[in-house]
């Protein structure tokens, strides 16, 4: 055996140690489900688990893994039938609702129940991916890239990646290889999907249900939103993944998971499986001072300016709320977690903290020149990018966060073609650009767009360095519209734009896309705007910033690499890459800051107690108020609370794309689905917080009682394995 195939097989043994480790911390971490572990499979157990490991995770058996899906591409579905029933979270189907509404049929507004699989709506552009199996090719990637450093090594690797994903994959069967690079890049596993596209609508509560609360109650606990919907996979008459057709039947699945309304308590066992979509738990205290003073702050700053602009124009018409409620929502949702993770970044310290760990490391480096002078070159990155960082977040979040320039700026696909050698094919540049511009066209709202686009331009202005400024833009701007420190001159400047752009015209646009002229194109005061910002930062700052990013990458691996042959004991976990993780914990009440007691469950009591007849965010549907104030709960009332519990909280580790994911109890049964954090614990996507960690999960028992008694679609509830409470005689 050579040196360094013995060194990498040091390395393998480490990382499947550490995944193996038992966990110091009560309930941090997402844990990859073919690699719990006895110890790990055992603390799960001692907490209250009481399944085998076979039955968590199997390949050759049907196992929970198998009823568990990516849903859509940025969430969690489960499915709870043996018909393809699927549930997941209202903002995870909050898309393909409005998509189905209409001022006629507005079903985000009134909700929706198919009272037949006939009734069912097809959902355009939604799948779900089923978990086929995961293998270990660490050692392929690995040896392939040798001793290359930052772009040298990232090129080598997509290059390798991409190879593997080639080979996993079966096109003609719909089945996908991803690689995932996991613990920095010090180990890679490829997981293979089955992706099924016939997905149709079958139920959502009212908007007043599935958002309740709003953007107030955002990541806030007390809770009382009914965050559900519920979809259907479809396959073919053999069997198999297709796109929409009328003749494709209900999927048969390999598992589906039975539905609890036994109820639970504070202290009960609880288990979480779904795709977390990213985390940074070791991130360096370089990365943490980027975000508490440059990253965030910029980001909340354009959003906010971004939603209140589109609020505005939301409030007045019903066809515009429908028309922008999905954007809105996606903005507001981070636009909230980003203020937030500043601020509980900054109480607990946890820059600090990383600095901490970061010079007992660098005691240990002395003496290895692997990483030895490890910090002192990170330190340089960071310092050579970190001029130019806010820049990149006003172009991403301010100049195309107007949807007009964000659509402007694809067009250069099109100057390309027409004017680079090898640029591309013109005429399905201009196919393309035509379908992308009547989706825009379909979506966009011109009034608030105007304004977005008024108001990030004038904070570009102010706020990015003179120096960074496309060259000559804002000396036209001024010359042909105004003082550039007066609101109104940029206000005068959108409004030509909105004018004046052939995007809007469709004479112009028509006459352009018969016969492609760059000329015209460039004159375009739309696609002028984009395009200068656009060539600005191409031309002078990306090739900063990929030479960062590769450092920076380059750096984390050897960072966590020397970590783990530092402490090769401690527990470690690989941070979230939206593949299949578990995470397990309890119902637990917890006590926020002193003198204050949160308890485990919200109720119905409490969903009256915040309902303002006609509010924006706290109204509520008059049948729920008249089913409510009767007590009429049927199977699904508490019995210890003598009320319908609405939501409860846990203390698993979740992030992003976790939303829908189901919350299961001792037994594997559905409990509830996952669908928010704490606003006190939101730094989790760098620093868990074992205190106060919580995640906000719907009741499953309210979800069947607004399907049941609230939408009258008991044909959904017959569907269903439901797990009911030993009725003692």
């Given amino acids: 055996m050579t040196n360094k195939s013995s060194v990498m097989k040091k390395l393998l043994a480490a990382i499947f140690c550490l995944v193996l480790s038992f966990k110091s911390l009560a309930d941090e971490g997402m844990w990859l489900p073919m690699l719990l572990g006895e110890q790990v499979y055992a603390d799960m157990v001692k907490k209250g688990l009481k399944l085998t490991k076979e039955q968590l995770y199997s390949i050759n058996k049907a196992s929970i893994k198998d009823a568990v899906i990516i849903f859509g591409g940025g969430c969690t579905g489960e499915i709870v039938s043996s018909q393809g029933l699927i549930f997941t979270n209202h903002h995870c189907g909050y898309e393909a609702i409005t998509d189905a509404s209409s001022i006629q049929h507005n079903y985000l507004h009134d909700g929706f129940y198919a009272r037949s699989k006939e009734e069912e709506i097809p959902a355009q552009d939604l799948y779900a991916d089923f978990l086929i199996k995961i293998e270990d090719v660490t050692k392929e990637v690995l040896d392939s890239l040798g001793d290359l450093k930052e772009m040298d090594r990232q090129k080598k690797m997509q290059s390798v990646i991409l190879s593997i994903n080639k080979r996993y994959s079966d096109e003609q069967n719909s089945i996908m290889g991803r690689v995932s690079p996991l613990f920095k890049g010090n180990q890679f596993l490829v997981f293979v999907y089955q992706r099924y596209n016939d997905i149709r609508l079958v139920g959502a509560p009212p908007e007043s249900v599935g958002k309740f609360g709003g953007d107030t109650d955002n990541w806030e606990w007390p809770r009382h939103t009914g965050d559900f919907s519920i979809f259907r996979v479809y396959m073919s008459k053999d069997g198999k993944p297709s796109k929409y057709s009328p003749d494709d039947i209900p999927l048969k699945p390999k598992y589906f998971l039975p539905v609890s309304i036994k109820g639970l308590k504070d202290g009960d066992y609880a288990m979480i499986y779904g795709y977390p979509g990213g985390t940074n738990r070791y991130e360096t205290s370089l990365g943490v001072k980027q975000k508490i003073e440059i990253d965030n702050p910029s980001i909340v700053n354009l959003r906010d300016i971004r939603l209140k602009d589109m609020f505005e124009q939301m409030k007045k018409d019903p066809a515009v709320k429908l028309q922008l409620a999905s954007s809105y929502a996606g903005i507001a949702n981070y636009w909230k977690f980003y203020d937030g993770e500043s601020k509980q970044l900054v109480k607990y310290h946890i820059y600090e903290q990383k600095k901490g760990v970061e010079e007992k490391f660098q005691a240990w480096a002395k003496g290895k020149p692997e990483f030895e002078n490890l910090f002192t070159d990170w330190q340089k990155a960071y310092e050579d990018w970190r001029p130019y960082s806010k820049q990149r977040i006003y172009l991403n979040e301010g100049v195309f966060g107007s949807p007009l320039i964000?659509?402007?700026?694809?067009?250069?696909?099109?100057?390309?073609?027409?004017?680079?050698?090898?640029?591309?094919?013109?005429?399905?540049?201009?196919?393309?650009?035509?379908?992308?511009?009547?989706?825009?066209?379909?979506?966009?709202?011109?009034?608030?767009?105007?304004?977005?686009?008024?108001?990030?331009?004038?904070?570009?202005?102010?706020?990015?360095?003179?120096?960074?400024?496309?060259?000559?833009?804002?000396?036209?701007?001024?010359?042909?519209?105004?003082?550039?420190?007066?609101?109104?001159?940029?206000?005068?400047?959108?409004?030509?734009?909105?004018?004046?752009?052939?995007?809007?015209?469709?004479?112009?646009?028509?006459?352009?896309?018969?016969?492609?002229?760059?000329?015209?194109?460039?004159?375009?005061?739309?696609?002028?705007?984009?395009?200068?910002?656009?060539?600005?930062?191409?031309?002078?700052?990306?090739?900063?910033?990929?030479?960062?990013?590769?450092?920076?990458?380059?750096?984390?691996?050897?960072?966590?690499?020397?970590?783990?042959?530092?402490?090769?004991?401690?527990?470690?976990?690989?941070?979230?890459?939206?593949?299949?993780?578990?995470?397990?914990?309890?119902?637990?009440?917890?006590?926020?800051?002193?003198?204050?007691?949160?308890?485990?469950?919200?109720?119905?009591?409490?969903?009256?107690?915040?309902?303002?007849?006609?509010?924006?965010?706290?109204?509520?549907?008059?049948?729920?108020?008249?089913?409510?104030?009767?007590?009429?709960?049927?199977?699904?009332?508490?019995?210890?609370?003598?009320?319908?519990?609405?939501?409860?909280?846990?203390?698993?580790?979740?992030?992003?794309?976790?939303?829908?994911?189901?919350?299961?109890?001792?037994?594997?049964?559905?409990?509830?689905?996952?669908?928010?954090?704490?606003?006190?614990?939101?730094?989790?996507?760098?620093?868990?917080?074992?205190?106060?960690?919580?995640?906000?999960?719907?009741?499953?028992?309210?979800?069947?009682?607004?399907?049941?008694?609230?939408?009258?679609?008991?044909?959904?509830?017959?569907?269903?394995?439901?797990?009911?409470?030993?009725?003692?005689?």
């Avoid at 105007?450 to 804002?474: C, N, R, W």
């Avoid at 003082?483 to 909105?498: C, G, I, Q």
């Avoid at 924006?616 to 609370?641: M, V």
């Fill in 406 to 729: 964000a659509f402007a700026a694809s067009l250069q696909q099109v100057e390309n073609a027409l004017v680079k050698t090898n640029g591309g094919d013109v005429h399905k540049a201009m196919e393309a650009a035509n379908e992308a511009r009547k989706k825009f066209l379909e979506s966009e709202n011109r009034i608030s767009d105007q304004e977005i686009l008024a108001a990030t331009t004038m904070m570009f202005y102010s706020d990015i360095d003179k120096s960074q400024h496309p060259v000559g833009f804002f000396e036209n701007l001024k010359g042909s519209f105004g003082d550039l420190h007066d609101e109104n001159t940029y206000k005068k400047y959108s409004a030509n734009v909105f004018d004046q752009t052939m995007i809007f015209n469709d004479a112009k646009w028509n006459t352009f896309s018969a016969s492609p002229d760059a000329t015209v194109l460039q004159a375009d005061p739309a696609y002028a705007h984009a395009s200068a910002f656009l060539k600005n930062w191409q031309g002078k700052y990306l090739s900063i910033y990929q030479q960062f990013n590769a450092r920076n990458n380059d750096y984390g691996r050897l960072y966590l690499k020397g970590i783990m042959q530092m402490d090769p004991k401690k527990v470690r976990y690989p941070d979230a890459t939206f593949t299949m993780r578990v995470s397990y914990g309890n119902v637990k009440s917890y006590n926020p800051r002193d003198a204050v007691h949160y308890d485990y469950v919200c109720t119905m009591k409490g969903a009256l107690e915040k309902y303002i007849p006609g509010d924006y965010e706290f109204d509520l549907p008059p049948k729920l108020i008249e089913l409510a104030n009767k007590k009429d709960f049927g199977q699904y009332i508490d019995k210890q609370k003598n009320d319908l519990v609405v939501t409860f909280i846990t203390t698993n580790d979740i992030t992003g794309g976790n939303s829908g994911s189901p919350v299961l109890n001792s037994l594997g049964e559905l409990i509830g689905l996952a669908f928010d954090g704490n606003y006190e614990a939101l730094s989790h996507k760098i620093a868990f917080d074992p205190v106060y960690n919580r995640t906000i999960c719907v009741d499953i028992r309210y979800v069947l009682w607004c399907i049941d008694k609230l939408g009258g679609a008991s044909n959904i509830i017959n569907e269903l394995k439901l797990m009911k409470p030993v009725q003692l005689k």
